[in-house]
């Protein structure tokens, strides 16, 4: 088990964090589905690949662009480098990764612990830039309506926001229009999705009427009109996320290869053909042959 310490060089605060891998390759970049998420635009969809090596643990650089530097070396396109503890590895000029080796008694980093590692992260560059409260995360906002400009913060993953009339629900709302239980905010480790509870008057994001037992998922800004109750749905950090993340290659069918032109018939390739030719110009000439003769 070894141990990267992340901080992310433009964030002011400072802050590290940390992650755990035991893996025989362990994909460090921007694109969805790396083990080490690094969300900014600079990084590489796969930045770098660290692998095992017996029991050495190898930093490869994978050739973006912005470069990779270890130990204040910039590697090559492709190099590869074996790290030793406290190592230091610059990425794109944008995230610091110190590699801790022998890290022991530690749990090895789960996809939900990616998740929020990559959150994490992109709070501590909005709040650098002022664009949002490091602490904040996803949350409802009431924008028209009885109930407009109340707040209401999705908790945390896997667990639901219900909005209705009934005074259960986690965002209750006077509204005569709303059912008593209206809508579902499911929250994940990826974002959040809204789901139609089977209300008399139906739910509507971004104007599409949503069908009973099918979620929807959510981006920043999309709007939930629910009765007379219009709901924006924010997360800003989900949407820096899903602007700067770089989604996976999709397979492309090879070319069909144009077909190939039938090659003109040669005698030579058919041997019998060449004989048949000469048989018939022997015939020909004897016939020719007895005509004189006989002239």
Partial sequence: MYRFVITNLLAASGTEHSIDLDREVVLVGRRSGVDVPL????VGGVHLRVEREGSAVVLVDGGAPS?????????????????????????????RLRYQARVSGTAEATPEKTAELARSMVRDVLASLGQSDPDAGPMLVVVAG????????????????????????????????LSREHLRVHRTWAGATVAELGSKNGTRVEGALLVVGVSRALVHGDEIIAGRTHLRYEDPTGDYLRRVTVELPQPTASPTAPPVPAA????????????????????????????????
């Fill in 146 to 177: 009885p109930a407009t400009g109340r707040r209401v913060a999705l908790p945390l993953p896997e667990r639901d926001v219900v909005v209705g009339r009934d005074e259960s629900c986690e965002l209750a709302i006077d509204d005569d229009d």
């Fill in 39 to 42: 969300p900014h635009p600079e």
């Fill in 264 to 295: 003109p018939l040669q005698a030579a390739s058919f041997p019998w053909l060449a004989v048949g030719v000469a048989l018939l110009a022997i015939a020909a000439a004897a016939w020719l042959l007895r005509l004189v003769i006989a002239g």
């Fill in 67 to 95: 470069g990779t530097k270890v130990g204040g070396e910039l590697l090559a396109p492709g190099a590869r480098r074996r790290l030793e503890d406290g190592d230091v590895v610059i990425v794109a000029g944008v995230f």
